[in-house]
């Protein structure tokens, strides 16, 4: 079997090279963020979660609510138009710190501009 360690060299002037180098330092322009929170199935608590958003509430424009029971758990996502990542770090935080919220977490979710 080969080994899959080697590292390919590539002249710095080659057109992929040059293509990849462009498009991995395109700024991200990150609008909207998705808030996820977390809690074993039955224990989810929306009215708690929602108190949390406080003052950035009328900034959510969108929410889902889903169950797994296959995995027996609960999760509302709450998709904010113009949220800054620190203020969703706060949230989470907050989150975290109910006894019933098993994570939390945000992530992006705009594409980057071309």
């Given at each position: 079997?080969?080994?899959?360690?080697?590292?390919?060299?590539?002249?710095?002037?080659?057109?992929a090279?040059q293509?990849?180098?462009?498009?991995?330092?395109?700024?991200?322009?990150?609008?909207?963020?998705?808030?996820?929170?977390r809690a074993?199935?039955?224990?989810?608590?929306v009215?708690?979660?929602?108190?949390?958003?406080?003052?950035?509430?009328?900034?959510?424009?969108?929410?889902?609510i889903?169950?797994?029971?296959?995995?027996?758990?609960?999760?509302?996502?709450?998709t904010?138009?113009?949220v800054?990542?620190?203020?969703?770090?706060t949230?989470?935080g907050?989150?975290?710190?109910?006894?019933?919220?098993?994570?939390?977490?945000?992530?992006?979710?705009?594409?980057?501009?071309?």
């Amino acid at each position: 079997m080969q080994s899959t360690d080697e590292q390919i060299e590539a002249a710095p002037d080659d057109p992929a090279v040059q293509g990849m180098t462009t498009r991995d330092s395109a700024p991200l322009q990150h609008d909207r963020y998705r808030l996820t929170v977390r809690a074993k199935a039955g224990n989810l608590r929306v009215v708690a979660a929602w108190q949390v958003l406080g003052c950035e509430a009328p900034q959510a424009d969108h929410v889902r609510i889903r169950v797994d029971r296959r995995h027996s758990f609960e999760e509302m996502t709450i998709t904010f138009a113009a949220v800054s990542p620190d203020t969703l770090a706060t949230m989470v935080g907050r989150l975290v710190a109910l006894p019933w919220a098993l994570d939390a977490y945000f992530c992006p979710c705009a594409l980057p501009q071309a």
